[in-house]
């Protein structure tokens, strides 16, 4: 299960069409979380900070703009593409999150602004993470709340299931939502060895031009969605998102949408 899914992400990242988009049209969400997850990871200036399946890059930008020393790691080769060209001052380094190329002890700080949910085993992710970081130092990451919490995500999912199919034939992969339990991230955490773990929530919201933005996004800037929405019977795809912008329609605004997508942070120190 394992190797599939991971191969159908490093395919989807892969794309260049799905990085522009993800990076054009959700930034201004995904960006909302950075501060406090830095604020949560003790990044200040002269840290040593991975920046952990770093996309564009913008959390390891906003750690050198607290006078970090930053490396951001991600396992699509477009990606660290994207993120040298926007923060040459950083280093960037295509690597797998399951198997950091660094010796141990050497971040004062991992980060990752959802990152985890795209790993195939992030129970291995949390292992080396606790390897490569120096006693006394902190992970910390991001994931969305649950469907019902975040609304894109339940109004996509909702439609499928009442109209499509979930059936799709994609590759199993980890829950997506299992870390916006507690419970759930606070066990995986500490038996990667880690301590004092802290779970909040983060209100956020995503604003959307026009509906036919919010289509484009969750057909073209992620993966997980855009595949199960690709493998719908085409008689039923307009149907599909009729039904997406009706179970948003009470987040419309004069201009446009604004759909609430809180996230979950997660931080925990290496005794």
Known sequence: MSDAFRDFEHAGWADPTVCAGYDDLLSGLTTQSIAPLLDAAHVTKGSV?????CGAGYAAGAALARGAEVVGIDFSAEQVRLAARR???ASFVEADAGNLPFEAG??????????????PDPGQFFR???RVLKPGGRLAFTVWDMPQQAKLYGAVLGAVASIGSQETGLPAGPP????????????ALAEA???????TRLPQSWRAASGEQILLTVKTGTV???GTLQRQRTEVLDAIDDAILDALEPYRTEGGYE????????VARKP
Do not use: C, W
């Open 49 to 53: 900070v991975l920046d952990a399946a």
């Open 87 to 89: 923060y040459p001052a």
């Open 106 to 119: 050497h971040f004062d700080a991992i980060v990752s602004n959802y990152g985890v949910l795209h790993f």
């Open 128 to 130: 080396e993470a606790f």
């Open 176 to 187: 997506m939502f299992q870390f916006a339990d507690a419970a759930t991230s606070e066990k």
């Open 193 to 199: 060895g880690f301590a004092d773990v802290a779970v």
């Open 224 to 226: 997980r969605m855009r």
């Open 259 to 266: 759909v609430p997508m809180p996230a979950v942070l997660a």
